[in-house]
């Protein structure tokens, strides 16, 4: 079932206007109808919609006008015109006016449900960073709808306060850092330092030093990070620390101890590597943090919390982020994680030469990271149609209308087609 929406649908033929509304219906969304142009605008300056769907020729007050009036009263729902084939070209002016996109009579319903899907997703994301340009969230805050990550932090809240080891796990840049500051700040020594020790940045010697020797934090919370990498010797000394609470005053760890890793250590235990005991001991309690390639909900959200902070670092007035390049950022897979995505839109903001970031603003490994995933594997349904399509159109001279015909679909699907295309090519020389 589709995600919940509300629809305005408006059609001054009675059957028309009912069947529409029984097919959106069973997709789950919530539809309102309404018979003519006037009565449409009055609801929608009364009531609040996500996606309108008009018929374009109505007497009196036809599509155009209601879309207009939607652009004035409620500028963030999205309008989708219901034409007859007659009327394309006019269908087509009303997306370069601000419509979404069209549907033609008689309906394909495959065809009505996707654009309707797409119209709502577009709402549903700038509702999205709506509400996160008006987040007062900090730097290192998690910014999330995924379920997963959600979980994690029901998790951390319910453990910060208690004085015993968690093990952090994810892969580099997922946040393991900043969680570990959530659980202190969440903690009963939010007040007392919080320390990081990486053990891959300091040899045996230093690391005894600032775990038990003179260096080591008296209160507080100390991050352990990169734990893997501790001698095998500071592992059983650490043992014994943890196994020993209040014990010898000179073998006490006196800080509340959080550790962190992005590698295997069930592996490096079967390697021998890494000690067994001192292994159940940290992880006692878990976190585990998902990469964001699985969390790709949030991305839209994310990216606006850096632009902000990118843009008030820098200086600059507050960009906005163009929807092109929101669906590049949302479909780029991230070996980074939140690191990388930080990092792109920091040299978004530093390149930017208008007012909204656009695809040509963002690093070649993100615009061109489709096209480089195809030179490495067979190519996908949707690109041997965008192969074919510009085939057809060269075999028929340029004409649109009759490429369309050939190919079975209405021109404002092949128009909204060849504009991506020819976005995507002027991406790639840039």
């Not at 009565?39 to 008009?54: C, H």
Request: a negative charge; charged letters at 25%; glycine letters at 6%.
């Amino acid at each position: 079932m589709a995600d919940q929406g509300r629809l305005l649908i408006v059609d001054d033929e009675k059957v028309a206007l009912k069947n529409l509304e029984h097919v959106l219906r069973k997709e789950g969304y919530d539809v309102v109808c309404a018979q003519t142009g006037q009565a449409a605008i009055t609801r929608i300056g009364k009531e609040n919609f996500d996606v309108v769907l008009t018929d374009l020729r109505m007497e009196r007050i036809d599509g155009m006008q209601v879309l207009k009036s939607c652009r004035e009263l409620s500028p963030s729902t999205e309008v989708v015109m219901i034409t007859g084939f007659a009327t394309v070209d006019s269908a087509v002016e009303a997306m370069r006016q601000g419509a979404f996109s069209y549907v033609a009579k008689p309906y394909r319903l495959d065809e009505v449900r996707r654009v309707v899907a797409e119209a709502l997703d577009r709402v549903k994301r700038r509702q999205s960073l709506a509400a996160m340009s008006e987040s007062k969230t900090g730097d290192e805050a998690f910014l999330t709808r995924t379920p997963a990550l959600q979980r994690v932090l029901t998790t951390a809240r319910q453990v910060a306060a208690l004085d015993c080891p968690v093990l952090i796990l994810g892969e580099q840049g997922t946040g393991r850092r900043a969680l570990a500051r959530t659980l202190h700040q969440l903690g009963a020594q939010a007040d007392a330092p919080f320390q990081i020790l990486r053990c891959s940045a300091h040899d045996n010697m230093a690391l005894e030093a600032m775990l038990f020797g003179s260096q080591a934090p008296q209160s507080g919370t100390l991050l352990l990070e990169e734990v893997e990498m501790l001698p095998a010797a500071l592992q059983a000394r650490l043992a014994m620390a943890l196994d020993l609470p209040g014990g010898d005053e000179a073998q006490a760890l006196k800080p509340r101890l959080l550790v962190s890793t992005s590698a295997d250590l069930d592996g490096a235990v079967k390697d021998g590597a890494f000690r067994q005991d001192l292994h159940l001991m940290l992880r006692v309690v878990t976190l585990t943090l998902p990469p964001l390639s699985q969390r790709t909900g949030d991305i839209p959200m994310l990216a606006l919390h850096f632009l902000n902070k990118a843009c008030a670092e820098n200086g600059k007035s507050l960009l906005r982020i163009s929807d092109d390049a929101l669906d590049l950022l949302a479909a780029y897979d991230y070996p980074g994680n939140v690191r990388e995505l930080d990092t792109v839109i920091r040299g978004a903001v530093a390149v930017c030469d208008g007012a909204t970031i656009e695809p040509r603003h963002l690093p070649p490994s993100v615009r061109h990271a489709n096209r480089e995933a195809r030179s490495n594997r067979l190519q996908t349904l949707e690109e041997r149609e965008r192969e074919y399509i510009m085939w057809v159109l060269e075999e028929v001279g340029g004409n649109q209308t009759l490429a369309a015909k050939v190919l079975g679909i209405d021109r404002a699907s092949l128009w909204r087609k060849l504009k991506r295309y020819e976005n995507e090519k002027g991406e790639e020389e840039v």
